[in-house]
């Protein structure tokens, strides 16, 4: 579960004036309701919903962006036109660091993962693992100070016949500031890690980040619908997208020419999916114990699951939806927007344990009170596992003390020479009897825009 994250110089991120990062924290407050929206180990206790408001362009999809930048870089690598990313509001910021830095929840333990980078540079100056407690002390896993060329194992990673191995992967890479540690350690070191259990805390890191920090934009599909094709999950699927008024009833799983999988598409990508496809084939063909292997592929218009069984045939079908009638089917593209944002939301109220979700403009395409009711329905969902979902979004109405604690609740805003800060509803001790919405929209905690005259009246 995510704790806390941290950005500094980055878009419009600049840094606090004690030199301080930016902060987004999922620590709960001094709110004493609502216990059921916590997660609490007796140690710490976390929010599981976060809502973030802000004016258009205060900044509220760079702090998504600040972290799918920090996911992109740990699992690929620096990402295309990243030399431009820093905070230009001041010139001088292009030879600053920039700071990410997240820290975690994984398997019962507390673990802070960062590093600084000089964009404009490409060039990493710094990278750190350490071990959190709940007494406020730390515990050093590795640091690196690229500039200067040194590097510490501590802790676990420390220990005996695992270091000499790990100080021979650290050293290769001592004054290399193009690469980051963590992603060394989880390319082709299978071996090591069978060998070393104790190094595990390298790939568990890396996986947190490249599989439970699910980061999700308004322009790209949520979900690839997966889950219509588990079929223990067939009736709870349909109650629940009937339960939200799409008017959907039932759905079914339709045959389609491999031909029609393909058709629109650019030849490049029709290329790499019949690669994919051969690829898979082989694999079936090769390992008899496996049965099968489904692949799912998703447009913005349309949804096709590939299956290859274990004969080697290739099977294609699309989902299709019925609106009261079984005999008359409508494909994805026919559906409504908001239906569709629906559809792919649901994957969050079917997820497994251990996810952080992160969407921002959840409220796109979708009527208020459908916003309201999806996010009342995660919270009771929320209360029974440990998962959380953090939004942007413009929807006051979600700004309600018999929905939201206070801690839930974050802005963004703007000031006036363009950085960004981040604060939450916790710092102005709101009453739980208050229109929240209302003042808010009233302008008492900041994160709202500021209108100028647009048509000057003119004057006798």
């Keep these: 579960m995510l704790i806390r994250f941290s950005v500094k110089n980055f878009l419009s991120f600049a840094s606090r004036e004690d030199n301080m990062s930016e902060e987004f924290s999922m620590i709960a407050g001094r709110v004493r309701g609502k216990k059921e929206h916590l997660y609490d180990d007796g140690k710490i206790k976390l929010l599981k919903f976060a809502a973030v408001y802000g004016a258009n362009a205060a900044g509220k999809s760079n702090l998504v962006k600040a972290m799918d930048f920090m996911k992109q870089v740990v699992i690929s690598g620096l990402p295309d036109r990243h030399t431009e990313k820093y905070c230009k509001v001041n010139p001088e910021n292009a030879m600053k660091p920039s700071y990410f830095e997240v820290e975690i929840l994984l398997d019962g333990k507390y673990y802070s993962y960062g590093f600084e980078i000089i964009l404009s540079q490409s060039r990493f100056i710094s990278e750190w693992l350490v071990e959190l407690h709940a007494d406020n002390s730390e515990k050093i896993l590795f640091t690196r100070d ?51 259990k104790t190094a595990a805390i390298l790939k568990n890191v890396f996986l947190w980040i490249k599989d439970s920090l699910d980061i999700n934009y308004p322009n790209q599909p949520i979900s690839d619908y997966s889950y219509l094709a588990q079929t223990d999950k067939v009736s709870e699927v349909c109650r629940i997208i009937s339960a ?9 799983l339709v045959d389609v020419p491999v031909e029609k999988v393909l058709h629109g598409l650019s030849k490049n990508l029709q290329d790499k999916i019949l690669s994919n496809i051969e690829q898979k084939q082989v694999e079936v063909r090769n390992h008899p114990q496996i049965k099968g292997i489904n692949m799912i592929l998703r447009t913005l218009a349309d949804l096709f699951i590939i299956m290859i069984d274990g004969s ?51 409220d796109r395409c979708l009527h208020p009170s459908l916003s309201y009711k999806f996010v009342e329905t995660f919270l009771n969902l929320a209360a029974e596992k440990n998962i959380q979902l953090i939004v942007t979004t413009h929807e006051s109405r979600l700004m309600d003390f018999d929905l939201l604690r206070r801690d839930e609740i974050w802005f963004v805003d703007k000031k006036e020479n363009g950085e960004s800060d981040i604060y939450s509803l916790e710092e102005y001790n709101a009453r739980f009897d208050q229109k929240i919405d209302k003042a808010y929209l009233e302008g008492r905690y900041g994160g709202i825009p500021i209108f100028s005259t647009i048509f000057p009246v003119e004057r006798a």
Excluded at 327 to 344: A, C, H, K, Q, W
């Design 146 to 196: 690229i500039a200067n060329g040194t590097y510490e194992l501590g802790g676990m990673l420390a220990r005996k016949g695992l270091k000499e191995k790990l100080d021979v992967y650290a050293d290769d890479i001592r004054g290399d500031g193009s690469v980051l540690f963590l992603a060394v350690m989880n390319q082709n070191k299978k071996n090591l890690y069978e060998s070393h």
């Design 244 to 252: 939200f008024g799409t008017g959907i009833t039932d759905f079914a």
């Design 312 to 362: 080697d045939t290739v099977k294609c079908q699309t989902i299709e939806f019925s609106h009261g009638r079984k005999n008359v089917l409508f494909n994805l593209e026919e559906e409504s927007d908001g239906t569709v944002r629906i559809l792919d939301l649901l994957e969050i109220l079917l997820s497994g344990e251990g996810k952080t979700y992160v969407i921002d403009e959840l």
